[in-house]
Each structure stands twice: as C-alpha cells, then as structure tokens.
C-alpha cells in the first residue's frame, strides 16, 4: 500500500545531542512537510519542500533543519535539541498544486521525541 | 496574522447525540479541509470545500461552507465511540503556500 512512513517512531535524545528523524513515501508526491505538534495542539509546520524547493516558516527555529535528497525521502535534523523540542513530529505529502496548499495531506504515523 | 479559530476546544457527548465544532478564518479561504485525529494517532484527511455555501456529507458526518467562505462547520448525527479524537479545520495561508490549522475540537464520546 502506498503511504508515509516515518522511523523511528520513538526518538529519545539528550539535550544538545543532535538527532534526526526520517520520512519516507511511495505515494510519489512531490511536496513534503514537516510538522510539530505538542500535546493538545494542532500541528504547526515547520518547513515544506516543493520538489527540491525548500520553503522555511518564518518562525521556525534555526536549530531545526531539512534535507531532501531525493522525491521519496525527507530528513528532520534537530542540531542541538533542548527540552522545548519534546514533540510528535509529523511528515505529511501532498500532490501539487504549485504548493499543495490546496490538496490533502497524507500523514505519516509521527516520531514522538524525548529529550532528557 | 492570519488565523483559525476553532470551538469548542473540548466537548463530551452520549453516544447517540449530536455533536457541532465550528471553525472560522480571519480571512477569506479559497478551500477549507477537514482532519480527524485519533488519540495517539496521526492527522486524516476527511474532505475539502471549496464552493461558497458547499456541503457534503459523509454518512453521519455534515460539512458545510459558509457563504463568505470565512467560516465552517463539521456535524456529526448520532455520536458513536469510534467518533473519538480531535477534529482540526484547515485552510491556506494567504500565500498558498502552506495549510493553517485550527486548535481542533477534541470530542469524547461515552457508551
């Protein structure tokens, strides 16, 4: 089946010790996105990937990264994690429009980080 | 900025009744769309309106478009416990470039 898959699904990590998080899809879309989302909130995005055009949210922190090296794959790099970025970090794709704004987005099942 | 807003935040329902969230924008959306996301689950997508006065049904699940395009509402006919999580209202940003979500509306069913 055609989906979104996200690894690990748990992450713990230590303050200040980097860590990433991965994203993978077979839908074959061609923009990906990042969300956080802390516990009773709605998901907040990050960033998002148009093909290999990447597009930051203003208000994203500089401690938080991405790489796409390719359509399936979609990495989250967090350099120097503090307890704030305790998280369920979501990977979503989306067929395009120009930005995919105005399609669904497939979720994957999310990476829950701990940070100690 | 642009915002979403969402109410209520929390409701509890009997199982059988009927249940509302209701979903409005600061600003005049091209499409809205609809998630549902099971308690420790990830996000779903459940439909998008984009007509001006649209509404949609799913089974027992109402949508429906404002005719100003500014506002929104998820109906749910006789509340079942498979109904449980949190329903999030979505729509572009004025850019297009990205979707903003609403707080959701987290609604626990009792049998």
């Known amino acids: 089946d055609a989906m979104v898959i996200q690894n690990p699904r748990y992450q713990v990590t230590q303050f200040g010790k980097p860590v990433t998080l991965s994203c993978s899809q077979t839908l074959n879309h061609n923009v990906m996105y990042w969300y956080q989302q802390k516990s009773s909130q709605a998901p907040k995005l990050l960033f998002h990937y148009y093909d290999k055009d990447f597009n930051n949210e203003a208000d994203t922190p500089d401690n938080f990264q991405s790489r796409r090296p390719n359509t399936s794959f979609c990495f989250l790099d967090i350099r120097s994690p503090g307890l704030g970025d305790a998280a369920m970090y979501l990977c979503?794709?989306?067929?395009?429009?120009?930005?995919?704004?105005?399609?669904?987005?497939?979720f994957g099942p999310g990476t829950r980080l701990t940070v100690l | 900025g642009q915002q979403v807003m969402q109410i209520p935040q929390y409701q509890h329902v009997q199982e059988g009744e009927d249940f509302t969230t209701y979903c409005n924008s600061s600003t005049t959306l091209s499409n809205i769309q609809w998630y549902k996301q099971r308690p420790g689950g990830h996000p779903v997508f459940l439909i998008q309106l984009v007509k001006s006065g649209e509404v949609k049904k799913q089974k027992r699940l109402t949508f429906q478009f404002g005719e100003a395009k500014k506002n929104s509402s998820l109906h749910i006919t006789a509340t079942q416990t498979t109904d449980v999580g949190t329903y999030f209202c979505a729509g572009p940003n004025q850019a297009g470039t990205a979707l903003i979500f609403g707080k959701g509306t987290t609604l626990s069913v009792s049998s």
């Open positions: 979503a794709t989306s067929p395009s429009s120009a930005s995919g704004a105005y399609n669904e987005q497939f």
